[in-house]
């Protein structure tokens, strides 16, 4: 049995999250066991799944830029005490460079994953960046999302290196195909008519998803096609703000938030259209997911274009005038059709499909092994 560490950094209900969870839920107990490690703590979305799948849930301290060789020691005292970790696979970045070469030191194979292509702004997105800086001295396995994250975290001559791969964000297709039922049942839980117009986003309250543009766009959207519903499935620190936004534009009758759902899967069929105007993204879940249930997209151009598997189905613009993206909405919405049931073909026969994980990641994971025991001095 090969055990794996995944590092995670927090239970939040985000993509990278999801990824870690889905990825090693369809492995577990094979050839393959996954347990995890966090370092944050003020959220528990994944704490039961993780521990209905017979994973165990490691607590580490959170790390502040005056605790960083506590933080270390802890994960040396960690490895000491557990040694029958083979790999840890690191999906959380800004640490990365501590954790990952304390488990160097103590013989584990170490696999970095890139799933983003910014840390964002601002003071701590420098220190961020310097952080991310020395990852990849102490990976043996170098992943990505995408041929962008990779170059982004670990340099553009990445792929020079035999043991980087891309690791498309993948996803259990049939679960988030549309479904009728499903449509009728989340719009009579949510108050929306069944001829009203739904549109939909998905994803953390955070600076990077620019929920402030896509409810200027709404607002206008309503001046327009007043029977409109817009639909929040997330939760995270800038939700009061937008809350706020709301109410001050007068949108409360007309805006449903959702804190973190248990399944997001059939609040997509209730939806016609997802606004994703995101500042920037590596390859997102949710992009994935709505276009395995053929929901329409409209997509900040910041996004990797990659992700964008349909392309008949989804229009990419700037982010300069939320009243240009409403002009595309309104059209959308005035030339809307029936969805199939069918995974659209794009999506189902690409490397987003699980099952394609399912085999590549178990590569990844048996090549690994030939870098555990290989203890250095770093």
């Not at 099952?355 to 001095?377: C, D, H, I, M, P």
Request: hydrophobic share 40%.
């Amino acid at each position: 049995m090969i055990k794996i560490l995944q590092m995670i950094g927090s239970l939040d209900a985000g993509g990278v999250q999801a990824f870690a969870f889905n990825s090693s839920k369809i492995l577990q107990g094979t050839e393959f066991q996954f347990d995890f490690a966090v370092d944050h703590d003020d959220c528990d979305f994944y704490k039961n799944p993780i521990q209905d799948m017979g994973s165990k849930l490691y607590q580490f301290p959170t790390p502040t830029y005056l605790n960083f060789r506590r933080y270390e020691r802890k994960w040396d005292a960690f490895f000491s005490a557990h040694r029958e970790y083979d790999i840890i696979h690191g999906h959380s970045r800004s640490t990365a460079s501590l954790y990952l070469r304390s488990a160097k030191r103590h013989g584990l194979a170490t696999i970095a994953h890139s799933h983003n292509t910014s840390n964002g702004t601002g003071v701590r997105s420098l220190a961020k960046d310097m952080m991310c800086h020395s990852i990849w001295k102490h990976a043996d396995i170098y992943l990505a999302c995408s041929e962008e994250a990779g170059s982004w975290l670990y340099g553009k001559h990445w792929r020079l290196d035999a043991d980087s791969r891309v690791i498309p964000n993948a996803v259990d297709l049939e679960r988030f195909r549309f479904r009728k039922s499903s449509r009728l049942t989340i719009r009579r839980e949510l108050s929306i008519d069944q001829s009203a117009f739904v549109i939909g986003h998905v994803g953390r309250f955070s600076a990077v998803k620019n929920h402030a543009f896509l409810v200027r766009c709404f607002y206008y959207l309503v001046q327009r096609i007043p029977n409109t519903v817009l639909v929040l499935v997330g939760d995270g620190e800038l939700r009061g703000q937008i809350e706020a936004q709301v109410a001050k534009l007068g949108l409360s009758d007309n805006v449903r938030f959702l804190s973190n759902v248990s399944d997001v899967a059939p609040y997509y069929s209730a939806m016609d259209i997802l606004l994703f105007p995101s500042l920037y993204e590596g390859i997102p879940l949710t992009l994935i997911e709505a276009q395995a249930s053929g929901l329409p997209l409209v997509v900040s151009s910041h996004v990797n274009p990659h992700a964008v598997l349909c392309k008949d189905n989804c229009t990419i613009l700037e982010l300069d005038s939320p009243e240009k993206w409403t002009d595309v909405v309104v059209e959308l919405l005035n030339g809307i059709a029936s969805r199939s049931e069918a995974i659209p073909r794009e999506i189902n026969t690409s490397p987003y499909n699980i099952q394609y994980l399912r085999t590549e990641l178990a590569n990844v994971y048996r090549s690994a092994l030939a870098f555990s025991g290989q203890k250095k001095a770093i």
